[in-house]
């Protein structure tokens, strides 16, 4: 008995700092991992997205029968300079909704990645 209240203890204990670390996972390094592991699957390009004020790119990858949409984000005002985002599981029907040429609901792309991608940013540094 006393075995096994020390093995739950240690359970209890390791297990929280198992799921910190698991979390702790780059940003960058994700990205990298899903380019080269997963598969290039459709982008939205800075063509449609010339009249967007924020959104310069944004690109769809399938890993693990997932989909993992990376989106550059302009830092300026002429998207000159950018950075790159993750959204990890992102359902295959928002992906249909956001990256769509028509726009059922009258939104723009951004308002569209707002509403279809933007809850589903990975959890990484």
């Known amino acids: ?3 096994a209240l020390t093995i739950i203890s240690c ?5 929280p700092i198992t799921s910190i670390t698991a979390q702790q996972v780059d940003c960058d390094d994700l990205m990298d991992f899903v380019k080269q592991e997963g598969y290039y699957y459709a982008q939205v390009s800075s063509v449609s997205l010339i009249e967007s004020t924020w959104l310069k790119e944004v690109k769809a990858y399938k890993y693990d029968y997932k989909i993992y949409v990376i989106a550059k984000i302009k830092t300026d005002e002429w998207g000159f300079n950018t950075k790159n985002y993750i959204f990890c599981s992102v359902p295959q029907s928002n992906w249909n909704n956001f990256s ?5 609901d009258n939104l723009s792309y951004g ?4 509403k279809y991608i933007m809850d589903y940013q990975c959890n990484c540094n």
Do not use: A, C
């Open 100 to 104: 769509s040429i028509y726009s059922f």
């Open 11 to 15: 359970l209890i204990l390791i297990g």
């Open 1 to 3: 008995m006393r075995r």
């Open 111 to 114: 308002e569209r990645f707002h």
